[in-house]
């Protein structure tokens, strides 16, 4: 079974830049996997960032941005805020219906 | 907007049930599906199913619970529902409803308040 992996913890400086990654455990994220982003913070739901690789959600500042970068798709924070620290999640379509979650990666800003 | 409901605790051994409620879309449009996730500390966030319309009716189901779940909607409700069976503590977790945009895009974009139930006699 094809898991989804994430960086489990991640630190950034306020201001600084981020890039957090999602690969597969065999094979290599494309676009076609459809790479999508969700940031939550504890005792709430989910929120979307970023869809097919690198669209921005509604109402999402320009500072949070995906790409593919090597065989995982990412995503980078440019100028990080102490209202970033959240944990965030990403999601591969695998095709046949199922997406997978990856584990998620914990932002620490500091 | 989706707003679950449903029962918090359960005991082992019985069917776990919640129902999304939709407003502001129809759970028989033809460029969205109808999505289950739940999240635990030991499971993260795990995809569970989904339901959707494409001149019929569809599901697909996680490898991990498709032999005991089932998802539905009700047209005359605008809602979905999930049943799961069988239930452990394992299956102790928040669960959430949420929209699957599909089309060019595949992604979650809205999403229920969460429900956190407990697999408890």
């Known amino acids: 079974q094809t898991v989804v992996t994430q960086e489990p913890s991640f630190s950034v400086s306020p201001g600084g830049t981020v890039t957090l990654t999602c690969g597969l455990s065999?094979?290599?994220?494309?676009?076609?996997?459809?790479p999508s982003w969700y940031q939550q913070t504890p005792g709430q739901t989910p929120r979307t960032l970023i869809y097919?690789?690198?669209i921005r959600s509604s109402g999402v500042p320009d500072r949070f941005s995906g790409s593919i970068v090597g065989n995982k798709a990412a995503l980078t924070i440019t100028g990080a805020q102490a209202d970033d620290e959240s944990d965030y999640y990403c999601v591969l379509y695998m095709g046949g219906g199922i997406s997978v979650f990856g584990g998620g990666t914990k932002l620490t800003v500091l | 907007q989706l707003q679950q409901s449903g029962p918090r605790l359960v005991k082992p051994s019985q069917t776990l049930s919640l129902t999304c409620a939709i407003s502001g879309d129809s759970v028989s449009s033809n460029s969205a599906a109808w999505d289950w996730i739940r999240q635990s500390p030991s499971r993260g966030l795990e995809w569970l199913g989904r339901t959707y319309y494409r001149s019929r009716w569809y599901n697909d189901y996680a490898v991990s619970v498709k032999s005991r779940m089932t998802i539905t909607p009700d047209t005359s409700k605008n809602q979905f529902s999930l049943h799961l069976n069988s239930v452990t503590p394992e299956d102790t977790a928040i669960y959430y409803c949420a929209r699957e945009t599909l089309g060019d895009a595949q992604y979650f974009d809205y999403w229920g308040q969460g429900t956190l139930v407990t697999v408890s006699s």
């Open positions: 065999s094979g290599s994220v494309s676009t076609s996997y459809y």
């Open positions: 097919s690789t690198n």
